[in-house]
């Protein structure tokens, strides 16, 4: 499906990497995709991230291009050396933000204001309702959650009596295990970049979310405390567990961990967690792995539905009335077909972008009065409450 991939290194005036921006697919010359603040960020990284993009906006038809970026940085350093390095970056690839040929959006490390600090202080204009939802992870999770009900229940499994573990306790991790806590399921082990936790019988998290800082659960004072066992966080994937749910970096699970990996359902929170032949893998052993693009598309999901001015409450609701049941279609087919999840998903997102991409590029009048009424709610100059009504069969047809 990519026809376009591309990937820029974005460098400072005295040759220095600043970062990269890697297109994936473009919609009407524009894509989108979260630019990232990581210190070891690579091409091949936002290469794997940028196609995810193209795929998640395709599963949830959408028309955006998909791409990816990452800045070179600590995202544990102090906001304002952070925000240097965002401006940086900004300055040095300004022609493709100024253009929109390249739309940034918060991921790993960044949140909306900052990317909006970036765009307005290098002069890129930012439309009065842009960039101001701040739940992206919340969302994120709620699909990665639901998405492991479905898997769940075709497995045939009792969800509260389920144990859990998590790779990556943060924006996405945390919230994820207090909604499976929510259902009486045991999270048994958490893991951060600084080590992971493990208690058979299930951890305390809000004594781990109380232990939580900038840089995730201390785990070692968790251990000292008594809440668990300190393990790698390479080890994390291989503990006693129903359910699976790497929400941390890419590649994080091998073709050689898929054959240690204990889980009956893998439900992918993390963008590209599996490295190639990995999620087959899992197929071959009869796990149910319900693929990243599918899983997390609840970041791109809920934030559009908060710029369209839904409530938190009434977007996680929609994702357990109508996301839920779409993935338990997608899990049922793929099961008649004998072929993994991601071939059946990948087929249908390929297919449904090359639709929308053609119906926004083909000049339409219906896709220029949508783009027109946008540009005008974008800028204020339409009610939140009126986006928020006509936009409830627009959302419910995404996941038909």
């Not at 690839?93 to 040929?101: D, I, M």
């Not at 299930?202 to 979310?209: P, R």
Request: a positive charge; aromatic letters at 6%.
């Amino acid at each position: 499906m990519s026809a376009t991939p591309r990937t820029v290194t974005i460098r400072s005036a005295d040759g220095e990497p600043l970062g990269f921006v890697c297109i994936d697919t473009t919609v009407n010359g524009r894509a989108r995709g979260g630019l990232r603040l990581m210190p070891d960020v690579s091409e091949h990284e936002l290469s794997l991230l940028a196609r995810d993009m193209t795929l998640k906006y395709g599963f949830l038809g959408l028309p955006h291009g998909g791409a990816k970026a990452g800045v070179l940085g600590d995202p544990e350093a102090p906001a304002a050396e952070r925000a240097a390095r965002l401006a940086r970056f900004a300055d040095r690839a300004l022609p493709l933000l100024t253009s929109r040929a390249y739309i940034p959006d918060s991921d790993m490390g960044t949140t909306g204001p900052e990317i909006q600090a970036m765009l307005q202080g290098a002069g890129v204009r930012v439309a009065r309702r842009e960039y101001r939802g701040s739940l992206s992870g919340m969302y994120t999770a709620a699909t990665v959650f639901e998405s492991a009900r479905a898997a769940v229940a075709a497995r045939r499994l009792d969800l509260g009596a389920c144990r859990v573990a998590i790779e990556g306790f943060g924006r996405v991790g945390q919230p994820l295990a207090e909604m499976f806590a929510g259902t009486g399921a045991a999270v048994v082990a958490i893991s951060t970049r600084h080590g992971g936790l493990h208690n058979p019988r299930g951890l305390d998290l809000a004594a781990l979310v109380a232990r939580s800082g900038p840089a995730g659960v201390a785990i070692a004072e968790a251990e000292a405390a008594g809440l668990g066992r300190r393990i790698e966080a390479t080890d994390l994937k291989f503990v006693d567990a129903e359910i699976l749910c790497p929400c941390a970096r890419h590649e994080s699970i091998s073709r050689t961990d898929a054959d240690r990996i204990g889980a009956v359902v893998v439900s992918c929170g993390a963008n590209s967690p599996l490295a190639p032949g990995a999620e087959r893998r899992l197929w071959e052993r009869g796990i149910i792995c319900v693929p990243d693009f599918v899983a997390n598309a609840g970041g791109v999901l809920g934030g559009t539905m908060e710029f369209a001015g839904w409530r938190r409450h009434e977007i996680l609701d929609f994702c357990a009335r109508h996301f839920r049941p779409r993935v338990a279609s997608l899990l049922l087919e793929a099961e008649r077909a004998g072929r993994p999840v991601r071939d059946v998903a990948e087929a249908l997102a390929d297919e449904r972008f090359a639709r929308n991409k053609a119906l926004a590029e083909g000049g339409s009048r219906a896709h220029a009065a949508r783009e027109l009424i946008l540009a005008r709610y974008r800028d204020g100059w339409l009610p939140a409450r009126l986006v928020r009504r006509l936009s409830s069969r627009y959302f419910r047809s995404l996941l038909e």
